[in-house]
């Protein structure tokens, strides 16, 4: 039994660097984030936030869903497994 489960979005945050500050309507080149490349990977979405926060406090805790099997969802499915997240998710593309 699960003290907490979760139904929504599961994100992979993605954090670039910039030059500088853009305007509104502005474009402009991405750069290497230091000694980490060009993006920073980071498993997110209020869901897993929560479920995260809630089972480093001890709940069992499981996420309910659907998931797609490319690198996003397998980088997501391993954040949850390290968070001692249930995984209880429909894998599509399998």
Avoid: F
């Avoid at 305007?23 to 209020?46: F, H, I, S, T």
Wanted: proline share 1%.
């Amino acid at each position: 039994m699960l003290d907490l489960v979760g139904i929504g979005s599961m994100v992979l945050d993605r954090v670039h660097r910039s030059a500088r500050i853009l305007g509104a309507d502005e474009k402009g080149m991405l750069r290497d984030v230091e000694d980490a490349g060009p993006v920073r990977e980071y498993a997110g979405g209020v869901i897993l936030n929560q479920l995260g926060w809630a089972a480093a406090l001890g709940l069992r805790t499981g996420i309910c869903g659907r998931q797609a099997d490319d690198e996003a969802g397998r980088v997501l499915r391993a954040a949850m497994r390290r968070l001692g997240i249930e995984i209880h998710l429909e894998i599509e593309g399998q």
